[in-house]
């Protein structure tokens, strides 16, 4: 059993300055929205939801609010969401398609550009009101593989410099065709920083997700150290955790996998080890039956799940037919809470094929290495015409805890575990974080951060 290294960057990752201010001091936070929020790129939204004139959606970061538009032109825009005549925030809403935007206090409105529409009573300024200064304020806007990312920066580095390798190493995916399935934000009580830790080792796996041992292998994987924070995992899925007994049968989570793959799973008893190949064959021999292009996978990108962190707040876990968007927001004041929001990408196969399928009663196939509860993973019936964007669901943790709200299994347990760890960072008794190999992407990631923060 081995982790593999890969470490694409100039960074030697040795420790350093890893004491629990980061999660908690107020100064910090500040020097952190300054050095880091303000200057680098971050993922807004998606491009799907800002495909035709008109549409827009706000991407709320810290005590900032962004509008990312599609104006009437056809060009994609992102501007500060205040208005210029007193600061009113001006779009209050999430998403939509708007000809122009009003503000709501004196009625100043503003074209999907940025510049201004109107303004009642124009001719009453004679304070003075030069027309350059009542736009909305330009934000910078990039997209990359269906991803809109904004930067406050006054000069940020070219989008796909800051990506660097990630850009070319995902390019299979096109995380662009994928839709939106599932939409959630949950507000949470802990440093957002605590979120991308969590979910950047496997060290935690066996002890607060026993379920992972049924279909993934978490000790062979291959970490990626990119430069500029970026780090990357890869999990060989459809199969189980050798550090344990192989059962003599698939477990309940491969079974589901075969059986979605018309594969009896009876044929695999004593074979266990034998899924993950028999899966990656499968898929490609009937994949294109079922309306999925395969040819540009590798065999191991058929079973087995990526993860990739992209500095300094976007989790991207994925599949060839899924991807799961885990994004911690810092919150505007507080550095002990944030928002955690995860968004459900999925690819639906080809509509007309998708509808011979369904007429001969086969479903589509089951992304490999899921956790068996994420029915909504598994791409429907319906051809993409049945299609429609879900709305966001927001809650607070404590409707996880409750049990009234889930984000799976898994992520449960993580939102369950994450309000103990920032109680415990508050504690007099604990001053530093100490970190195993295993942890190593942590470590690249807060060396990232050191690196802004010390940089502007
Ligand atoms: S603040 Fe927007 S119109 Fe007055
Ligand atoms: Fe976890």
Redesign the pocket.
């Known amino acids: 059993m081995t982790q593999k290294i890969v470490n694409h960057s100039t960074m030697t990752d040795s420790i350093r300055n890893f004491t629990k201010e980061r999660y908690m001091s107020l100064p910090y936070f500040q020097r952190e929205w300054e050095r880091l929020w303000m200057q680098t790129w971050l993922f807004a939204g998606l491009e799907q939801d800002v495909r035709d004139p008109g549409d827009y959606f706000v991407f709320e970061i810290g005590q900032e609010s962004i509008l990312v538009t599609r104006s009437q032109e056809g060009d994609l825009a992102a501007f500060y969401n205040v ?1 210029q ?4 925030r001006l779009v209050q809403s999430e998403r939509g398609n708007a000809d122009s935007f009003r ?1 709501a ?4 409105t503003y074209n999907g550009d940025g510049t201004v529409k109107s303004i009642p009573d124009r001719n009453k300024f004679h304070l003075g009101l030069p027309c350059e200064q009542t736009s909305l304020k330009p934000v910078h806007v990039d997209v990359w593989d269906g991803f809109v990312f904004v930067s406050m920066a006054d000069d940020p580095q070219p989008l796909t410099e800051f990506l660097g390798p990630v850009v070319d190493l995902l390019a299979n995916y096109r995380f662009r065709d994928m839709l939106v399935t599932e939409d959630q934000t949950v507000h949470h009580y802990c440093n957002w920083k605590a979120i991308i830790d969590n979910f950047s080792e496997l060290y935690h796996v066996d002890y607060i997700h026993p379920q992972h041992q049924r279909f993934v292998d978490c000790c062979n994987d291959q970490v990626d150290l990119f430069p500029n924070g970026h780090t990357g995992v890869i999990v060989e899925g459809a199969t189980v955790n050798p550090r344990y007994p192989i059962p003599s049968e698939p477990t309940d989570i491969l079974t589901e996998q075969l059986k979605n793959l018309d594969l009896n799973p009876d044929d695999f008893n004593n074979r266990v080890p034998e899924i993950r190949r028999a899966i990656q064959l499968r898929k490609r021999e009937i994949g294109a039956a079922r309306g999925y292009d395969y040819d540009r996978f590798s065999d191991e990108q058929l079973s087995d799940i990526w993860q990739f962190n992209l500095f300094p707040n976007i989790i991207l876990s994925f599949t060839p037919e899924s991807c799961w968007i885990l994004r911690p927001r810092p919150h505007p004041t507080d550095p002990q809470q944030c928002y955690f929001d995860k968004i459900t990408l999925t690819l639906f196969p080809d509509a007309d094929l998708q509808a011979k399928v369904a007429a001969n009663g086969k479903a589509g196939i089951a992304p490999g290495g899921r956790e068996h509860e994420v029915t909504h993973f598994m791409p429907g019936r319906d051809a993409t015409s049945g299609y429609a964007r879900p709305e966001r669901d927001a809650f607070d943790h404590h409707a996880i805890l409750n049990g009234e709200k889930s984000m799976t299994i898994t992520i449960d347990q993580d939102i369950h575990l994450l309000g103990g760890v920032q109680a415990g960072m508050r504690s007099k008794g604990f001053d530093r974080v100490w970190l195993n190999d295993d942890e190593i992407r942590v470590q690249h990631f807060h060396n990232a951060i050191d690196d802004v923060m010390e940089a502007h």
């Open positions: 208005c005549h007193r600061g009113n503000c206090y004196h009625a100043w």
